[in-house]
């Protein structure tokens, strides 16, 4: 299926690089950047999404339809098998905000917040949800992005993915919340 970008812009992280490779100050200034930037994203993702025919919504039906449109739609990058073109990777950020806000308006006592705690962490200087109450681990996160991309990955990949991830994150939140 060929996306209509329409007026799409692309997220710009300012940064380049691993997260985790990133001095404290360049995560803490891209982290910043990406919450002040938050209302945007998820602006520019509804737009997409209206431009080609579907509406965002927060109800477990609306991230349904929102994973059915990403899973018939992410490209893989020719030049790099296994990755995502790089405008997926915008996409998949702002999905990832929108997810995580859903999350949020669920359960209020959650937040995002920049991932320190561990350096060996593969959510190191990451943005990620937290304020989880169950399981007993304070550090107890979801990295909405790294699964997102994960998904896009597994897909383009030709991978098995679970048709129903994003829903599924949002009752992995509901469960630790």
Known sequence: MTI??????????GVSGDAGSLSRKE????????????PLRVQMLAGLLQTNGLRLESSDEG??????????????????PGRLLPEW?????????FLGDV????HTHLRWELF??????????????MGFTRGGDPNMEIDVASQVAGHGHRKVGGLPVKHDK????????????
């Open 116 to 129: 320190t705690a561990g350096r060996k962490s593969a959510s190191y200087q990451r943005d990620v949800v």
């Open 4 to 13: 209509e970008w329409g007026d799409y812009e692309l997220y710009d992280p």
């Open 63 to 80: 991230v349904q339809a929102l994973d059915d449109w990403f899973r018939e739609n992410v490209e893989e990058d020719p030049e790099i």
């Open 103 to 106: 999350m949020i308006r669920r």
């Open 27 to 38: 995560a803490r200034w891209a982290f910043d950047k990406l919450m002040e930037e938050r």
């Open 166 to 177: 994003f829903v599924r994150l949002l009752r992995v939140a509901d469960k630790m919340a």
């Open 89 to 97: 990777y915008s996409v998949v950020t702002d999905i990832a905000l």
